[in-house]
């Protein structure tokens, strides 16, 4: 699955190279193979890919449950911020336009530190049947 994402965006990035006048203009916001804290990320598991794309709007103040991620997954804040908390007091603020790859199997959770709304697109790539966020109990 990886390898076809990453011929999908070199298939892009040969399209628009050289067509400085095109109405069409690619963009990478963040490559990494380690997520915002700096921990590598772990290969992917066995099983069927399946990818969730979700809008996550926050409120001014509204604050997520402390949870975690048992696969990666990453976003891009669309308006506002977002403050994001690990539970042993590391936290990390992205803004508007910031891209985010979000911590992987660590506690966490995230709040709108900001006067207004938090719009955040997340792409979830997990496994089939494995829950994209495990609360913590």
Known sequence: MKGSLTLFFLFVSFCVQGQEQSPI???????????WDGNVF????DGQPEITISRITLEPGARLPMHYHPNPLGGVILSGELTVYKEDGASNTFLEGDPILEIVNTKHF???TGDVVTVLIAFYVGIEGVPLTILDE
Request: hydrophobic share 20%.
């Open 25 to 35: 203009k690619t963009e990478v916001l963040q490559v990494s193979t380690t997520t």
């Open 42 to 45: 772990d290969a992917y598991p």
């Open 110 to 112: 995230g709040e709108n």
